[in-house]
């Protein structure tokens, strides 16, 4: 009930394309989807987050899209850069409570 | 926008030492505090959650004499590794929630 599910493990994206990568969550009562981004040796950072009531949020280029129904949410970014290479984690949570979280995806975006 | 400083970046001790990990909301208060830990290629696990001025929930399985967890302001937590052992190297995380949950940079520990 409590787990968040990502994939892929890994993922390879030219420069200039788009890297997706995916989660998919179980507990009903979560209202609170963040994605971040996390560079070797580095603390997580926060990227981009959404709530329920919503079904896509964009900043900049950086897109989530969620899937209420089907208990799923996906983060999107476009126009790739090598700057971009790091590991990326979903999580999900009741606001305010602990953030469970994706087992993460290492993005590496080829120039 | 928040800012959390986590103190040291990095630290090595010898075996059977205690070594301290600061924890610090700069700009905000935090109402909760979070401790997780990672290991290479890892994803962040939850060590425990406390709120300022009582004790720490820890997630089953961690030991909570061995990992002493102290809340006691709004804007400091401390995380202390107490007779460390090679086996608790690792890299340690805080995260801040107030408005939004905000992570410290971390702090790689290795005992030697």
């Known amino acids: 009930q409590q787990q968040v599910k990502q994939s892929p493990q890994s993922l390879i994206v030219q420069k200039g394309g788009i890297s997706i990568i995916n989660c998919a969550y179980e507990?009903?009562?979560?209202?609170?989807f963040p994605w971040y981004q996390q560079f070797p040796g580095k603390g997580p950072a926060l990227l981009i987050a959404i709530r329920p009531d919503v079904s896509e949020k964009k900043e900049g280029r950086f897109t989530i899209s969620f899937n209420k129904s089907a208990k799923q949410f996906s983060l999107h970014i476009m126009d790739s850069q090598p700057g971009d290479s790091a590991t990326y984690f979903c999580a999900a949570t009741v606001y305010g409570n602990k953030l469970v979280f994706g087992a993460g995806t290492i993005l590496r975006v080829k120039s | 926008g928040a800012v959390v400083s986590q103190h040291p970046s990095w630290v090595i001790c010898k075996s059977g030492t205690s070594v301290k990990i600061e924890c610090r909301s700069l700009d905000f208060q935090a109402t909760t505090m979070f401790w997780y830990r990672q290991f290479p290629k890892q994803s962040l696990m939850l060590m425990a959650t406390s709120n300022e001025g009582s004790k720490a929930t820890y997630e089953q399985g961690v030991e909570k004499d061995k990992f002493l967890i102290n809340h006691a302001s709004l804007t400091l937590s401390t995380l202390t590794v107490t007779s460390a052992h090679p086996e608790d190297s690792s890299f340690y995380i805080c995260?801040?929630?107030?408005?939004?949950?905000?992570f410290g940079s971390g702090t790689r520990l290795t005992v030697v």
């Open positions: 995260s801040a929630f107030s408005y939004g949950y905000t």
């Open positions: 507990n009903t009562a979560f209202d609170y």
